[in-house]
């Protein structure tokens, strides 16, 4: 099973953007799913993510701007991000932890996003 993001792109400071991430197949047993993203020459860096259950967790420099959704069924991931900076550039990945992944882990291939100041 793969995962693919889409979404992403080229937006000004103040803009929105939607990430999606899909699931070519099904992914039994998931137990959260969300977003990282990793900014050039930085490490990767949890940004939102989403448990089975409906709790959601956001970075502190994303709160307030950024709504993580999905669904476990569909094994959907979105990713609504609104107010973006500068700062929030990066290739945004999303991820999967299921039993059914290898490692538990299953990661989408990540999408660019450039917010220009």
């Known amino acids: 099973v793969q995962l693919q993001a889409s979404g992403g792109g080229l937006v000004q400071a103040g803009g929105s953007l939607t990430l999606s991430c899909v699931a070519s197949g099904t992914i039994l047993g998931i137990n959260r799913m969300g977003w990282y993203r990793q900014a050039p020459g930085k490490q990767r860096e949890l940004v939102a993510r989403?448990?089975?259950?409906?709790?959601?967790y956001y970075a502190d420099s994303v709160k307030g701007r950024f709504t993580v959704s999905g669904d476990n069924a569909s094994t959907t991931l979105n990713l609504q991000m609104n107010s973006l900076k500068p700062e929030d550039t990066g290739v945004y990945y999303c991820?999967?932890?299921?039993?059914?992944?290898?490692?538990?882990?299953?990661w989408g291939q990540g999408t660019l996003v450039t917010v220009s100041s």
């Open positions: 989403i448990f089975s259950g409906g709790t959601t």
């Open positions: 991820n999967v932890v299921a039993a059914t992944c290898a490692t538990r882990n299953c």
